[in-house]
């Protein structure tokens, strides 16, 4: 099987994080793929207002009804911090299956920096996808993936997409400010937010 590996805050999860989703699933031929929310990430704060609990549900309104997609609370029900070489060894159980992992432009260029990057490249195919259209960045990803190819013998993939530039962090802001922001995620998600009073505060 073709399986693919989607992780992240997701808080909250918006329509940029669907339509990676959509289009991992259809560029790498994708038998089924896993939608994980973090459960404490060893990379950046999570926001206190949003659950783990709270994301996880948001992830199975924004994911509900797409075939293939299946949402994962296995890092959230892992104890301590979730780092990705655990996620993928914990798919790892058939050899004859390939794991692809998707990862944004800023994950991918710092790869070689997280846990045991070595294992994280035997167990996968890295995937990327661009959500930002910073032509300063291009030599720099050029490069990044010439190294990978050297160091670790896997070709990095990108996904051709159109970037939906809309960030989590820049929704809870406008949310915090009193904005609409209901063009920036999905409708059940935005109901859900608004429900539960999140990143008010």
């Keep these: 099987m073709r399986i693919g590996i989607y992780g992240g805050t997701f808080s909250p999860v918006h329509i940029g994080h669907v339509q990676a989703a959509r289009a991992f699933m259809e560029q790498m031929w994708l038998d089924v793929l896993f939608v994980i929310p973090t459960g404490v990430t060893p990379h950046k704060e999570m926001n206190a207002s949003a659950s783990s609990q709270d994301r996880l549900n948001m992830c199975r309104l924004a994911f509900a009804g797409m075939d293939g997609v299946i949402v994962s609370d296995i890092e959230i029900l892992r104890q301590g911090k979730s780092y990705t070489v655990d996620t993928l060894r914990g ?22 920096t997280w846990r045991e990057p070595e294992e994280i490249f035997r167990l996968c195919y890295p995937v990327y996808i661009r ?32 970037p939906i530039e809309v960030s989590s962090s820049e929704i ?8 609409d922001v209901s063009d920036k995620l999905p409708r059940t998600v935005y ?5 539960k009073g999140l990143y008010l505060k």
């Design 91 to 112: 798919f790892s159980v058939n050899s004859e299956d390939r794991l692809f992992l998707l990862c944004g432009t800023d994950m991918m260029l710092t790869l070689d």
């Design 172 to 179: 809870r802001e406008k949310i915090m400010r009193g904005d």
């Design 131 to 162: 959500r930002e259209s910073d032509a300063s960045l291009d030599e720099k990803i050029i490069s990044k993936i010439a190294e990978y190819k050297k160091k670790y013998g896997k070709n990095v993939v990108k996904l051709t997409v159109d």
């Design 191 to 195: 109901q859900y937010i608004k429900e």
